[in-house]
């Protein structure tokens, strides 16, 4: 519950942060020089969410068409992350989507994010990524039924 209190707050202070940041480069560099980064930054951001898509969906499909688990995709969401942070306007979240492309902290936040999701009890690792009807997942009849919980 305080997790996600502080995370609301974050999430509302964040405008008002980023704001508060534009003014101030703003008056101590000028108005053009601000808005010709912002875009910049956006531009960089879309880029690599662009990319990073690209080569996500090229990955998937090549191991949907062998039937084996995706490889390379090691720390793609935490790059498709950086790129949304630095597509926001904003330099506070630029610096913070910056900061999540250098290997150290995407290594770091990897590890810390994975063991928060096992401390939650949900993460699922998959063994083998397999086309349906291939494999042990996929062979015998299909079996329907209706789940009872007593």
Do not use: C, N, Y
């Not at 063994?127 to 299909?142: L, N, T, Y």
């Amino acid at each position: 519950m305080r997790v996600r209190r502080a995370f609301t707050a974050a999430f509302l202070l964040l405008p008002v942060i980023e704001i508060a940041i534009v003014v101030a480069l703003a008056s101590w560099i000028g108005v053009g020089p601000v808005i010709v980064a912002l875009l910049a930054l956006s531009l960089i951001g879309v880029l690599i969410i662009r990319e990073t898509g690209r080569r996500g969906w090229q990955d998937l499909r090549l191991a949907a068409r062998e039937g084996v688990t995706p490889a390379g995709h090691h720390g793609r969401g935490l790059t498709m992350l950086s790129g949304v942070l630095l597509a926001v306007p904003g330099f506070l979240t630029a610096v913070l989507g910056a900061l999540l492309l250098l290997p150290p902290v995407k290594k770091a936040v990897r590890a810390r994010s994975r063991r928060w999701a096992e401390k939650q009890g949900t993460w699922v690792v998959a063994e083998q990524f397999q086309r349906r009807g291939s494999g042990p997942a996929g062979s015998g009849p299909v079996v329907r039924g209706e789940v009872v919980d007593d």
